[in-house]
């Protein structure tokens, strides 16, 4: 065999291994960008999983969608009173479809104080009511917010029940009221005694001004009173 044949030959088997090793490391790339593919859709799946389907903006707070299958909650994140670690409330209405509601509270009225009362009808409201005023002191309350005490009341006495009797006419310096009440349109405001009224014009609509209070009052919502 001469030396041009011989050459040749090495020529095409080193042709053929370089081939074969490209081909290698294409494969095993490949197989790194599945598993790498297969990881991140792993992730997300458990994301949307554990979070719901979306998260969205919101005056640049960011709110993740929970599905917990007892009904739709709504996760933000917020920073209160120059904390360096933030704190998670979960709202039961989605911030952009109570934005358009009425509200004009002075914060001073809310956060100001040393004891709060949410006060309602003993008998004209339900159970609706009182989660409306749950969603209130959740942040009111909550040591990792306001830590404002914060307590239940009712307008009139109830006959054979011990309950606090407290009406807007019992806003001291120290002391807030905020009332739940019916009424002809959905709003919530401070009235001229300092005492906040979260009205609707259903129970429902009650939760809706509570949560739009709760927003007010964490500085969420963009064009506050």
Known sequence: MDEST????????????????????????????LIF???????????????????????????????QGNGPLYKLKVFVRDSAEPSYINLRRDPRDIDDIQISVNKEDVLAKSRLYITMH?????????????????????????????????????????ADVRTCNDVTKEVGIILLQLGDENKVYSDENG??????????????GANLLDLYLLGVLKDES
């Open 6 to 33: 011989q050459s040749e030959k090495e020529n095409n088997l080193s042709n053929f291994n370089s081939k074969k090793i490209d081909r290698q490391v294409a494969i095993l790339i490949l197989v790194v960008v």
């Open 37 to 67: 593919g297969l990881f991140i859709g792993f992730y997300y799946y458990n994301q949307k999983v554990k979070y719901g389907p979306y998260a969205f903006d919101y005056n640049g707070y960011e709110i993740i969608y929970l599905d």
């Open 122 to 162: 003993p008998t004209n409201l339900t159970s609706t009511s009182i989660l409306a005023g749950a969603e209130i002191s959740k942040i009111t309350g909550n040591q990792y917010l306001f830590a404002i005490p914060t307590t239940g009341a009712v307008i009139l006495p109830v006959q054979g029940k011990v």
């Open 195 to 208: 005492c906040v009224i979260v009205q609707g014009i259903t129970e429902d609509n009650l939760i809706d």
